[in-house]
Nanobody, 123 residues
């Protein structure tokens, strides 16, 4: 089970960190990622991490502003969001991919999803 939290209402330029706690029985874990979905839009890739090696990947729209990280002891994935913009407003979802695959930037590549946490950035 994946539980996302930490969303909220912030102003443009502010920072926010969202978290994704994994609980329940141990799962094979090749990668974890963050996606977001704004009203009326499709779910889009934000960032991902290949769990064993720690390699990270970012969408161009967030590169340099967002940082994905993990806490192995707490079994938690984080997304630190800096210099937030109104266009970052969306529901943010965490996801887990069990097994290796070359593509980790599409929603269909993931096996489990959290419930989402709303991030609203006012101008």
């Amino acid at each position: 089970q994946l539980q996302a939290s930490g969303g909220g209402l912030v102003q443009a330029g502010d920072s926010l960190r969202v978290s994704c706690a994994a609980s329940g029985r141990a799962l094979s874990r090749h990668a974890m990622g963050w996606f977001r979905q704004a009203p009326g839009k499709e779910r889009e890739f934000v960032a991902a991490m290949r769990w064993s090696v720690g390699d990270t990947y970012y969408a161009d729209s967030v590169k340099g502003r967002f940082t994905i990280s993990r806490d192995n002891a707490e079994n938690t994935l984080y997304l630190q969001m800096d210099s937030l913009k109104p266009e970052d407003t969306a529901v943010y979802y965490c996801a887990l991919r069990k097994y290796f695959g070359p593509t980790i930037s599409i929603p269909g590549a993931y096996d489990y999803w959290g419930q989402g946490t709303l991030v609203t950035v006012s101008s």
